[in-house]
């Protein structure tokens, strides 16, 4: 390859020609786009959603439609800054930038699917301390690379089936032994019941990611090489507004059914941090999650859904410290031991992509520079 490139010019080649063959193909810089950072961002950010959602458990909350629908209520938020984005981008005509009925109907079940996992998320997180509920719901990357290989074709390298394991590995480590993980004093049936409806809920959620990036890919009217370039961020606040709306529409129907409406005025009496807090608990848990949440949709959108599986991983560590700062929840010898696994495995798979790419990036720069040297070779006499 090097001794093609250095090649000198025949008298008949042109000057353009003979600086297309000296010059190699400068290696792509894989740098993630603004939107995926910013998607990145906002899942940080709204790490404070599982922490509030505990706080109101363990301060006397018990409604766990009401706790689902915190996940899930914070969409309004988006609809002015939909609206202001269809504003401004009303000249390539608004009708365009809405999503496709089809799309809109797919997102509606996938919101109503992710309702659900959001309610036995709650069963879970009632039932677990944050930091082992945190540890469990680390399963849920594993899940996203098994459904993103059956539905998506993902294709697993040495690595990420190393990350999938390991990502196992470790929460399943706080289910070995009779008291591995379980809080004192809490019975061994409501530990295990929450441990099982905890990865249940990774779970489904895990099959919702994939599902999701199949209907943006089937349903949404980028097609061709546009399909490869993200959507505009209005299309992604208008899906996770059209799943929060369908989630929400379950979650309400399930408090009216369990009489959660009557009872909220009592059970923000009795709350362990006053009437206020307790109101001010449930809004900034649903504003924290519709951060989380408008995040994971844009990774979906503008990258993939494994990688929104392996930011909600990143989680993980965030959960702990903030458990243990403000929870003062135990950080015991099972829950190093998941954690330290967990992290290995996030670690490997991240260090599986970059190897992945530098070798695609390779192999793509010898593909440009043969057909070069082919171009130059036919127009020479």
Avoid at 26 to 31: E, H, I, W
Avoid at 84 to 111: D, M
Avoid at 260 to 273: I, W
Avoid at 274 to 298: E, F, S
Wanted: aromatic share 8%.
């Amino acid at each position: 390859m090097q001794e093609t490139s250095t090649k000198a010019p025949t008298p008949s080649t042109s000057p353009a020609r003979a600086s297309a063959a000296t010059a190699s193909p400068a290696p792509a810089r894989n740098r993630p786009s603004f939107l995926v950072i910013f998607s990145a961002c906002l899942v940080l950010i709204g790490a404070g959603g599982p922490l509030l959602l505990r706080v109101y458990f363990v301060h006397g909350g018990q409604r766990l439609f009401l706790s689902a629908m915190l996940q899930i209520s914070g969409w309004p938020l988006l609809l002015p800054v939909i609206c202001a984005s269809l504003f401004r981008s009303r000249k390539h005509g608004v009708a365009n930038l809405l999503l496709p009925p089809r799309l809109a109907a797919a997102g509606a079940g996938l919101g109503m699917l992710y309702a659900i996992s959001c309610f036995i998320y709650a069963l879970g997180s009632q039932a677990l301390p944050l930091s082992s509920s945190s540890l469990l719901q680390a399963t849920q990357l594993a899940f996203t690379a098994v459904f993103a290989f059956i539905f998506v074709g993902l294709r697993f390298t040495p690595f990420s089936a190393n990350a999938v394991v390991l990502l196992t590995i470790g929460p399943a480590v706080l289910g070995v032994g009779p008291g591995a993980g379980k809080p004192a004093g809490e019975a061994s049936k409501t530990y295990w019941t929450g441990f099982f409806e905890s990865i249940a809920a990774a779970a489904l959620a895990g099959l919702v990611l994939p599902l999701v990036e199949v209907a943006m890919a089937r349903y949404g009217r980028r097609t061709g090489p546009a399909a490869r370039v993200p959507p505009p961020y209005a299309t992604v606040m208008q899906m996770q507004a059209v799943m929060g709306a369908a989630g929400t529409v379950v979650c309400l129907l399930g408090m009216a059914i369990k009489s959660d409406f009557q009872a909220l005025p009592s059970e923000a009496a009795t709350f362990g941090l006053g009437k206020t807090n307790y109101y001010l608990v449930l809004i900034w848990d649903a504003v924290a999650w519709q951060l989380l949440n408008i995040g994971i949709m844009g990774l979906i959108t503008c990258a993939s859904s494994l990688l929104a599986g392996i930011m909600i991983a990143v989680l993980l560590p965030l959960s702990e410290i903030l458990a243990v700062i403000f929870l003062h929840e135990k950080f015991d010898g099972p829950k190093g031991i998941a954690l330290v696994l967990s992290l290995w495995g996030f670690a490997s798979y991240l260090y599986g992509e970059r190897v992945q790419k530098k070798k695609l990036e390779a192999h793509k720069n010898e593909q440009q520079l043969a057909v070069k040297t082919g171009d130059l070779e036919s127009a020479a006499p």
